[in-house]
């Protein structure tokens, strides 16, 4: 790696780090931009979910410290994540992602439009019943999220936020901080599988994780300054250049 592909992949990686604690998205910017720095795709992904830790967990602990989100439902819903984070770590790793990449395009159209219909989601907090009915959907929605987040990754955050906005009645802040908790842990249990077989640039790796890390602090202080309202608007705006992004090839 010369000295030029280096400062482009931080610079790059701290504005996608920042972007990705607010309302995700973050490896749409990151993920070709290790491709364009020289590394093969499933070098890339994998380089990727090793960094993404650091972004996701530095992300998580500040989220907690300002709004102390609760700990029970993301710990539940990492779980199942986790496991299919595992499982879409392996799928990766044989065969090709492009039909799961339209599919995920499409579902976050239809999210953005869903945000975008309904003025008052995500802006107030509001009660929800948490049936058993309800526990298993989001169970459910939260393994196959999980795969996705082990196989590709771009919007995953993006998702479970929208999972915990329409589905347990939380703000943009909050649902960003439950959202971390999660991702920084299917990140680590991908990462391990990407390791194992040997699809990690620790060099490549190493440097994006550092500006992840910065990107991370700068993008909380950001979303508490904006707040929900602005977040709202990123996460439409988000939406639609990421099912646009994730439809080319």
Known sequence: MDIITGIIL???GLFSGIINVIVGGGSLISV?????SGLPAHLAIG???FAMIFNTGVGAIDYHRKVKYEIKLPLFLAIF???GSYLGAYIVLQIDETILRYIIGILMLIMGGIILYKKKIGLEEKKVKLTNQRYILVAI??????????????GVSTMFTFLFVSFFGKNFIKSAGSTRFIVS???IV???TFLVNMKIDFLFGTILATSFVIGA????KLAFKAGNIWIRRLFMFLAVISSIKLFLP
């Open 10 to 12: 931080f610079i790059g």
């Open 32 to 36: 070709p931009l290790l491709i364009t």
């Open 47 to 49: 380089t990727n979910r």
């Open 81 to 83: 994540a986790s496991t």
């Open 141 to 154: 929605l939260s393994f196959s999220l999980g795969t996705y987040g082990g196989f590709y990754g771009a």
């Open 185 to 187: 842990i299917l990140s």
């Open 190 to 192: 991908a990462f391990l």
């Open 217 to 220: 602090r700068v993008g909380v």
